[in-house]
């Protein structure tokens, strides 16, 4: 192997190890928040409760990892980025209330705390693993993609347009 691409390597495991270890951390900021303020409103219903609390768990969680966990990462238009934020965040939060929703229902654990506060941590940690991977893709852009004016192929907004054919 050559010296520059052990180095590269090196650089590129660094990076991930610091946007993981921020993202946990503010994570655990996220976590705090949300499972505060589900346990808060619980007795409101728990779709109720969990939509609250992931609802300004994102508002503090995109604080912190636009300036902390991918803070080094290109910094594109606010609108896109945070749109794109929210947007993942709702889908998580989504999937999130048809899990609790499930246990609350049918199940009939609606009234038990420690049953739906096991159901949130577990939508929690299944959540977490999908935003760090959109918020990779779609949200904080590598520098050099963005520095070299690429459109993200998978972002329908920056895409180019394919032309039309002929026939």
Do not use: C
């Not at 619980?42 to 912190?64: E, L, M």
């Not at 902390?68 to 939060?93: C, M, P, Q, V």
């Amino acid at each position: 192997m050559s010296t520059s691409l052990i180095e590269h390597i090196r650089g590129s495991w660094r990076i991930l190890v610091k946007e993981i270890a921020a993202f946990g951390f503010v994570g655990a900021i996220g976590l705090i928040v949300d499972l505060s303020l589900f346990n808060l409103f619980f007795n409101d219903g728990q779709v109720v409760a969990k939509t609250i609390s992931t609802t300004v768990a994102t508002g503090v969680t995109y604080v912190g990892n636009r300036y902390l966990s991918f803070s080094h990462r290109a910094r594109t238009n606010l609108g896109r980025e945070a749109g794109y934020f929210f947007i993942i965040n709702l889908i998580a939060l989504v999937g999130a209330l048809a899990v609790i929703a499930f246990f609350s229902y049918p199940l009939h654990y609606k009234h038990h705390v420690v049953v739906m506060n096991v159901v949130n941590l577990f939508t929690i940690g299944l959540g977490t693993i999908f935003r760090f991977w959109a918020y990779k893709r779609f949200v904080f852009l590598h520098p050099d993609r963005v520095a070299a004016g690429l459109p993200d192929e998978d972002d329908p907004i920056q895409a180019p347009e394919s032309e039309p054919t002929a026939g």
